[in-house]
């Protein structure tokens, strides 16, 4: 069995390379030369533990290999990034344009299946748009949507362990598809139609979403109530049917910050605590930064000269260096620039330089700061002793005080 995965990203190229470990022939196809060709090498373009190694065993065996052009395969798998507009409107010209690489080598009995984070519709429009360029294939080829749901860092585990959701546009096309994930996964296979597996996909992450500002939200009470948000959310976790999540400095990276838009834009009339949670935890954000500069002004206005800062995490979540769509380093952006640049020390384990901060160590910085400000929970800040003589602004629970 052959397959042809269209986009080499963060899913695509890992997905790629366990299908291969299970015996199918890859050929991984992206637009970006650079990563064909690093692909080839054996060399990761992402960052992800322990997937250089099988990346490098696939290329070697001849299981897998990249190009900028689509093959002739039995499977075509569609994993492009599906962005939003300006407007949050979501953007599916990635998925219509690869697509529309594939659609001259489809033939009779093929599988094709969308993965990207999708609108819900977004199969159906595709399959249109197939159809509209080869009639003759209608009735004859097998359509579906089959979302990931897998954990940066852990992919691996993830890929194979977690259950999926099957969308097929027929019940012919959900079998087809459970035949082709059953050669790798080894959890649940669950069919469904491409509409609900669409939704489920957007409902998980906007579910996350909701919790999170919960949380934050419950921080916004009880700073001004005078209440320790994590003891309190603690305690009421003990409730055998509660289970909060934890407050931060704001949601970040491609997935949880995005998915719930392509819900709001499309029912913007129902979806109002879905809109709602996007709103919050944007905010979250926006509050951390002003709490940061007030106390800064206030520690001038004590003192009688400037607060040394240290703003501890730029990475969008724990023990990752992935910065992206990061609240974290926005935070600190926003704080350098009202202070028209002063000198802020910026820290982050996990990265050894950044083109915009210069970086300090987190223990040099943790001792020289007079405010220090907590952004990402990473697990070196939590070898840190709390200190009395320090104004410290906890935002993600380093020391829950
Ligand atoms: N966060 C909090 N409080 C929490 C948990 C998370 O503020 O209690 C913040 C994090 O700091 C981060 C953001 O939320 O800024 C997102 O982090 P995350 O660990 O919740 O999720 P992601 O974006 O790394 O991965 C999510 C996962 N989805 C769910 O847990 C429902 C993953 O399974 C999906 O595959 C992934 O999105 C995706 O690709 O859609």
């Known amino acids: 069995m052959k397959a042809c995965f269209m986009g080499l990203g963060y899913i695509g190229l890992p997905t790629a390379i366990i299908a291969a470990r299970s015996g199918v022939d890859i050929v991984g196809v992206d637009v970006n030369p650079k990563v064909v060709e690093m692909t080839n090498k054996g060399k990761l373009h992402i960052i992800e533990p322990g997937m250089e190694e099988l990346l490098q065993e696939m290329v070697a065996t001849g299981k897998l290999k990249a190009s900028t052009k689509p093959e002739v395969a039995d499977a075509y798998f569609i994993v492009v990034p599906t962005p939003f507009k300006g407007n949050h409107k979501p953007d599916i010209s990635y998925v219509e344009a690869a697509t529309k690489a594939v659609v001259p080598f489809l033939k009779d009995g093929d599988l094709f299946v969308i993965e990207s984070t999708s609108p819900v519709g977004t199969t159906e429009h595709i399959a249109k748009q197939i159809f509209a360029a080869r009639p003759e294939l209608e009735g004859h080829i097998y359509i579906a949507y089959c979302p990931e749901r897998v954990l940066p860092g852990n992919v691996i585990y993830e890929l194979v362990h977690n259950d999926r959701v099957i969308g097929g546009m027929t019940p012919e096309a959900s079998d087809k598809a459970v035949e082709f994930y059953s050669q790798f996964v080894t ?75 392509f819900i709001t834009a499309e029912f913007p009339e129902e979806a109002k605590i879905i809109a709602q949670a996007r709103e919050t935890n944007n905010f979250k954000a926006q509050w951390c930064a002003e709490k940061v500069k007030s106390t800064m002004l206030q520690f001038e206005l004590d003192r009688g000269r400037k607060p040394q800062v240290a703003m501890m995490g730029l990475a969008f979540k724990p023990n990752i260096d992935d910065l992206r769509e990061s609240p974290a380093k926005r935070i600190t952006a926003e704080v350098m620039q009202s202070f028209n640049n002063a000198d802020i020390m910026v820290v982050e384990p996990n990265i050894t330089e950044h083109k915009v901060f210069k970086l300090t160590h987190f223990e040099k910085a943790y001792e020289e700061a007079d405010i220090v400000v907590f952004l990402t929970a990473h697990n070196e800040f939590k070898t840190l002793e709390w200190r009395d003589d320090k104004v410290i602004l906890d935002f993600c629970g380093i020391f829950k005080k």
């Open 187 to 261: 959890g649940q296979l669950h069919k469904t139609n491409a509409r609900t597996a669409e939704m489920c996909k957007l409902t998980e992450n906007s579910s996350r979403d909701a919790q999170i500002a919960f949380a934050n939200e419950l921080s916004f009470i009880c700073d001004k109530a005078g209440i320790n948000v994590w003891e309190l959310i603690n305690l009421a976790n003990k409730h055998p049917r509660v289970n909060i999540l934890q407050p931060g400095c704001g949601v970040g990276g491609h997935c949880i910050a995005v998915d719930p838009y």
